[in-house]
Every structure is written in structure tokens, then in C-alpha cells.
């Protein structure tokens, strides 16, 4: 944390305005921010940067955020220049009318959709459920890093609310996630996620231009990397999701520009997405070209495209869309 946030944390750790902190005060702060909900701490943490009681952000406190995030970036040994668009997109969603402010429920809808948000405010563990950490001296990195291996209880309750894993699955899923993890920096960059897909065998048969929309599909937040909810939450639907589930997220994958259809060309890589499969099945894809034809012929309209409605309609009808896309059984 800089030293301008200290200062923003005593005033708001101040709760009478008092220029001390007594013991009250600081156990109700740390109470918050340590064992809060997330909802209580980034509330906390907005009225920490709103220094003057105006119920937004504006520029100025906009400016002191980022810097605070860029801060805790640094000392997670991220690269402060390279997390920079990752953070302005955070705060660009958070001002959702575009008034260059960003109002306290703003904050909380997009904090709640993003955990980086408090990640990057206050040094990513510190902020658990599970209180606060032992540690002796100021090197955080190290505690993370031993500690992260191991799912809290209190996050295993929070993915088994929303996803369909059970605890074991978690903890296998973690495993497999910080094998991966080869920089032990907490997300999945796209050639360390390239290479759980083919090692892991998930997905498997999909090929190398489907895998780079696999990735800005499963990074739900846009920050260029996936961290472990957002494997998680994408492989619950790949896995365990109805069908209807299953076809909807394929269709976000594919729709690239996220414009609702599928365009000729976001249609032709679902065909050779489907061929690769098909071979990888031990299937002639020659032979199933016909087929795979047929399938996405049923879906197009007039002007060769593909509406989410139709796309649903045509997968229920045909369970071998589903295969032909995700590799077979594991969907």
C-alpha cells in the first residue's frame, strides 16, 4: 500500500474524525476488510477513496485507485505497465453512463464480477474470508504463494454456490491449476492455458485459432489472463452445464465480435473447428464435411448467418454439434 492510501485508510479506519484510531475503531475496520462479505469490503474500499463524502469518483479519487492498484500489481510481482490496460478496463466498466465519475453502485456491480478489483486494492489474500494472514514480515509474495496452493473453506463454499463442482472436484481442479500456473502468478496466461487443454486433455481436439477464443471466453472479465473462478465457472458449464447451457457458452466462444450472430467467417471456424474434432474422433473429415454441412445449413438464415435462437434450436435437435465442437464425451 503507498503512503497516499495509508492516509486515505487511517481517515477511514477514523471513524469520528477524531485524527487517532482507538481499538474499536480498528477492530470494526479490520473486522470489514478482513471478514466482510464482498460486497461490505469493496464498500469499504470506495468510501477509503471517495475522500470527499460525495458518494462518486471523480477524476482525482479515479487516479489515486489506479495507482493504488498499480502499486499492489507491482508487489504481487506483476508487471505494473502490463497490468495498466487490465486495470483502465476495470474501471471503464465501472463507469457505466460514461460521466467519467464512478457511483457507488457501479463500483459494487463491477467489484462483484471482478475479484481483481479487491485483489488489486489491498494484496489479493489479505482480503480473504479466512481472516487475516500470519505473517511476520513484509514480504507477502511468499505468503501467497504457499498459501494459495490450498483452497480456503470459506472459497470452496463460494464456487460450490456457483458453479457444480463439489469440494474433491475443487480441489483436483486447484491442483491441476498450479501445475499449470508455470510463473506462480495466480492467473493462467494464453500459453499456459494452451498447454493445460492439451495436457490435461480438456477440450480435447480443439485446435490452436479455436483455443485463443476458448481463452477470451473463459477470461470473463477481459484482464488478459484467467484466474482460478474463471476456469472453474468456465469448465462447470463446458462439463456439467445442460445442453442449453453448454450451446449458449460455444456461441459466445465463436461469436468473436459479440455482435449476437455468427458471421460467415465466425462460421467458417465453426466448421473447421468441427472437422478437426471429427478427425481427432477418428473420424474421414471428408467424409463428415456432408454432415457438419447439413448441421450448420439448418441453423444459417438467408444471409448465411446464424442467430443465437437457431443455434440452440439446431443443437437441441442435433447432440452431435455439441460433440463435434468440445471433442465428444467430455462435454
Known sequence: IS????DNFFKAFDNDGSGTIDFAELSL????????????????MFDTYDTDHSGSLDYSEIVAVTAQMKVVAEAL???PAKIQPFIDNILKK???????????????????????????????????QDGLKKSTGPKPIVVKKQQKIKLTQSHINELQSKTNFGKKELTELKKTFKKFDKDSSG??????????????????????????????AFD??????????ELVTALSILSKGSSEDKLG???????????????????????????????????????MEPFIDNILRKAKNSNGQIGRADWLRVGAQTPSLLSLLAGGDWV
Open 3 to 6: 503512503e497516499e492510501t495509508i
Open 29 to 44: 475496520a479490520l473486522s470489514i476488510v478482513c471478514r466482510g462479505s464482498s460486497e461490505e469490503k469493496l464498500s469499504f
Open 77 to 79: 510481482g506483476r508487471d
Open 94 to 128: 465501472a463507469d457505466i453512463d460514461g460521466d467519467g465519475t464512478i457511483e457507488k453502485t457501479e463500483w459494487l456491480r463491477v467489484g462483484a464480477s471482478t475479484p481483481s478489483l479487491l485483489q488489486l486494492l489491498a494484496g489479493g489474500d489479505w482480503v480473504a
Open 187 to 216: 492467473d493462467l496466461n494464453r500459453d499456459e492455458f494452451k498447454l493445460l487443454l492439451k495436457e490435461a486433455k480438456i477440450l480435447p481436439g480443439v485446435n490452436d485459432v479455436t483455443t485463443d477464443s476458448f481463452f477470451k
Open 220 to 229: 470473463n472479465d477481459g484482464g488478459g489472463s484467467i484466474d482460478f473462478n
Open 249 to 287: 457458452y460455444l456461441f459466445d466462444t465463436f461469436d468473436a465480435d459479440h455482435s449476437g450472430v455468427l458471421d460467415e467467417s465466425e462460421v467458417v471456424k465453426v466448421m473447421k473447428q468441427m472437422q478437426v474434432v471429427a478427425e481427432a474422433l477418428g473420424r474421414d473429415p471428408k467424409k
